[in-house]
Structures are given as C-alpha cells and as structure tokens.
C-alpha cells in the first residue's frame, strides 16, 4: 500500500472519529452541562497525549541503545530547554484560551440544536481562515472569496427561516466556528517555535483547567441536564471518554501521521468531510432529520469547503 493511499485512509478515519464526536458531544448534553463535559474531555486529551509522549520517549531511548550512561542520550520529546519551554507556556495558554473559546461555544450551541447542524457550520472554519488571515497579510485567492459567497447562501438554506431569524444554537455554534480559524491561526505561529503534541497537549490542559473554573458559574445558565451527580457523570462517560481519548488524543495523533505524506489541500478537504460523518452519526444514532431545505444548505455549505481549497493554479 502506498503512502498516499495509507495517508487517505488515515485521515479518512480521523474524520470519521471527529463526526461521530459530535453526536457524543450531543448526547452528553442530556446528563451534564457543556462546560464540565469540556473540562473534563479536554483534561482526558492530554492525559492520552502523555502517555503517547512517554510511549515516543522510550522508543527513542530503547532505538539510542537503551538511554544508559554508556549511550547517547536523546533530548526525548519530555524534555525542552529553557527557551521552548518558554515559548511552550505561551503557545499553550494563547492555543489553551481559543480553544477554551471555540470548545464552549460550539459545546453550548449543541444543547440547542442537531449535531448535523453543528458539523457543517464548524466546517465554515476552513473558509474563515483565509479570511481572517487578510488582517496578517495573508493573501487570499478568488475561490475563497467564492466560497465565502457559496456558503453564505448555504447557511441561509441551513439555519435562517424565512422571517430571516436564525436559531440561537445555530449562532452560538457560529461563533465557535470563528473561533475554531482564529485557533487554526495561532497554532500555525506557535507550532513553529514548539514541539506540535506538547503544544497540542499544553493547550488541553488551559482549556480543561479554565472550562472546570467557570463550570460552577456558566452551566448553571447554559445547561438543561440536570443537576450535576455521580448518576449523570457516569451516563455521561461513555461520550466523554469518546471525546477525550479518540477525538482529542488518538485524532490529532492520526492527523500529525497522515499529513506526513498527503498534500497539504487533499488533506484538508478529507478533513473537511467530518461535517459528512457528523450528519451520518445524527441519523444513526440520534435519530436527526434534515429538511429538504436543511440539506440544500448542507451541500451548498460543503460545495462552499471544497471551492475554498482548490490549490492555486501555478504560472
């Protein structure tokens, strides 16, 4: 099997696990409110990132020869001198502080509206990052700007009713998208500087710490589970460790190994079918129907992705 071929497969599945997130995302709204669910799924991903670092540093230490005083000695990914470590505490709590945004946004909007909803409106993230990049002077193509367009109509098709209202969980799910490309903005500057998983892992931990502090003061406005017990928790878990094992440690693990081969826009428009396999998970496993008009929306929105991330034509 060729790399290609294994990279698209890769990549394929950790969309699929991103989709199916959103149906656990949704599900767990019923036993327990959005911010502890976020702290808690967030504080998981980076104990599963740990315990990968720690699996990567002994694997280098065993291929050096056993890491022994006879041996050399691997940096090992655990370790970082003064400078990273500087620049890792700040990537960690800028990533940390807009992830906390986007999670809890689009968290909160899934106790309003579908996780089928939610999948394609997140997907408009792909598109604001260019935009957004036009403050960093990043130059933006015309596809962009047509996509930008195609997708406009399509969350008129998906989200506004004739009377031009839009629902307030479709809004709040919007405002996490915004959030989502400025988070892809921000890891682009600091995983130059930093090692990519102790960022990834650094950046949980703010989240999960900051979502647990405002969970007493937030959900109690936000949530419409029930008051928070053992009883709900443990309902509750089976999405949370969902979320926190396989969406946020195993997904960007198989992301970081599939992007080492694929070409950087094949990648992103195989990422970008998640918002397919978040519609698929809502009909499967929580009984979601879309409206004619819904689905139009939905394919106008995913045409919308695609254009975006045509490549350039090259002179």
Known sequence: MGNSLKSTLILTLTAM????????QRSSMEHVGPFFFTGVRSLLGALTLVAFMM???GARRASAGGGGAGG????????????ESAALLKGGLACGLVLFAGSN????GLVFTTASKTGFITALYIILVPVFGIFLKHRTRWNTWAGVLLAAVGLYCLCLTESLSIAPGDLIVLFGAAFWALHILVIDYFVRRVDA??????QFVVCGALSLIAM????????????????????????????????SGVGFTLQAVGQRYANPSAAS?????????????GFLLLNERLTPREMLGCALMFAAVMLAQLPARRR
Request: glycine share 8%; with cysteine; charged share 5%.
């Open 17 to 24: 696990i991103w989709g199916f997130a959103f149906t656990a």
């Open 55 to 57: 699996l990567q540093s």
């Open 72 to 83: 050399p000695r691997p940096g090992g990914i655990l370790r970082a001198g003064t400078a």
């Open 105 to 108: 946004f689009q968290q909160v």
């Open 197 to 202: 998983i102790r960022l990834s892992c650094a």
């Open 216 to 247: 007493p003061f937030a959900d109690q406005y936000f949530s419409q589970a029930p008051a928070l017990a053992l009883q709900n928790i443990a309902a509750a878990l089976p999405a949370i460790l969902y979320t926190g094992i396989l969406s």
């Open 269 to 281: 428009i195989i990422m970008s079918t998640e918002a397919v396999f978040g519609v698929i998970g």
